[in-house]
């Protein structure tokens, strides 16, 4: 029996889209240290190059592409690009998504005086909810139509969603974002099914509460004390703490390697504190 290690990484080229974000970001340089040869894709290029200067800084392969993910020709531009520069895909990351406010309630639960008074379910933008679907979901689809052409009849290869916790319970406020996310598990198993023939695994994670810049005005308030919503959720989850990207970074490592996970696919890991594993009671 060979015991799996990232240097089983080394050399392969992974595409990661979202890649200036804080969670891909963490992402990206563990697959550094690992040896492989990493893309950040992103919709500003600033972020991407930003990281990607921090990491070849570091002696590590890294090149930063601009590319907004819900635009195919896009996507095929970045992709050409990246096999001139790095090589084919053997590991797609789609880290690309987020929320919109347009999309969002302004209270958890409606009442009958909301009406008029505060921004309901019934209020909700329909572009917003557009956005945020299209973004979490297509962006999540497109990429893998343009990348795991890459994969077909080579050993090794995968994609690895990132979904939500929100995939598993929907949170209030926010049904949107929880309905793309759950789009995103659902498809992940789809895939996982529909490329098996063709040794194409299909995973994702789950990451439970993190702290990011999109976040954190929802989480702590001008003094930077947690706010009712945030306490609700260190309440309710296990370990009483929010997470770090940098613990996002093994499960990743690990869904990669065929040698650690070469029979794992189609499955949606939670990496959550516990969150999901706890009733409140």
């Known amino acids: 029996m060979n015991l799996a290690k990232n240097e089983d990484l080394k050399n392969k080229v992974i595409v990661i889209t979202g890649g200036g974000g804080v969670i891909c970001s963490a992402i990206a340089e563990g697959f550094c240290m690992a040896g492989a040869k990493v893309a950040l894709l992103n919709l500003s290029l600033e972020a991407a190059s930003t990281k990607a200067e921090e990491l070849t800084n570091k002696g590590y392969i890294a090149k930063a592409y601009q590319c907004n993910v819900l635009k195919k020709d896009e996507l095929i531009r970045a992709h050409d690009e990246i096999v001139k520069d790095l090589g084919p895909c053997d590991v797609l990351i789609n880290g690309a998504g987020g929320n919109n406010a347009k999309a969002n309630t302004d209270n958890e639960f409606f009442e009958k005086n909301d009406l008029g008074e505060l921004k309901t379910f019934f209020d909700l933008d329909e572009s917003g909810i557009e956005f945020v679907f299209n973004l979490n979901f297509l962006g999540t689809l497109l990429p893998s139509q343009v990348f795991a052409r890459d994969m077909i ?62 976040n954190h005005d929802l989480l702590f308030d001008k003094n930077e004390k947690p706010t009712q919503r945030a306490q609700k959720i260190l309440k309710n989850t296990p370990v009483e703490r929010f997470g770090s990207p940098a613990e996002m970074v093994g499960p990743t490592l690990f869904l990669a390697n065929p040698n650690a996970s070469g029979f794992v696919n189609g499955v949606v890991l939670p990496i959550d504190g516990g969150f999901n594993a706890y009733s409140g009671v």
């Open 153 to 214: 009849g080579r050993s090794g290869c995968s994609i690895i969603n990132i979904s939500s916790m929100n995939a598993f319970t929907p949170l209030t406020k926010i049904p949107a974002y929880s309905a793309a996310k759950a789009a995103v598990s659902n498809f992940t198993q789809w895939l996982a099914v529909h490329f098996s023939h063709v040794g194409i695994r299909c995973n994702a994670i789950a990451p439970g509460f993190l702290v990011t810049s999109q």
